[in-house]
């Protein structure tokens, strides 16, 4: 029942966010940001919708990447570089 309430707010947020990108109230941007990381979590399908759309749009790969693999570092760090973080 939850998570059925979390996937409705998402894409309302979504949906919502989509509508006002255009306009000149600065609510567009954060409303998909809100939505879209929401729809991911929570629905399988959108989870697989947005990552193909990720593989179209090469911007987007990496985000997406983190987004699913948290825990993995990112691919570019060299070994001197981890040194240094704390």
Do not use: C, D
């Not at 989870?47 to 691919?75: E, S």
């Amino acid at each position: 029942m939850l998570k059925w309430l979390w996937i409705v707010l998402g894409s309302t947020s979504t949906l919502g966010g989509l509508l006002v990108l255009w306009s000149p109230l600065p609510l567009g941007l954060p409303l998909l940001l809100i939505g879209i990381p929401l729809l991911m979590k929570y629905s399988p399908r959108s989870r697989t919708t947005f990552t193909w759309i990720a593989g179209h749009i090469p911007m987007l790969q990496r985000p997406l990447q983190r987004l699913n693999n948290p825990a993995k570092k990112p691919p570019n760090m060299s070994s001197e570089e981890e040194e240094k973080t704390p």
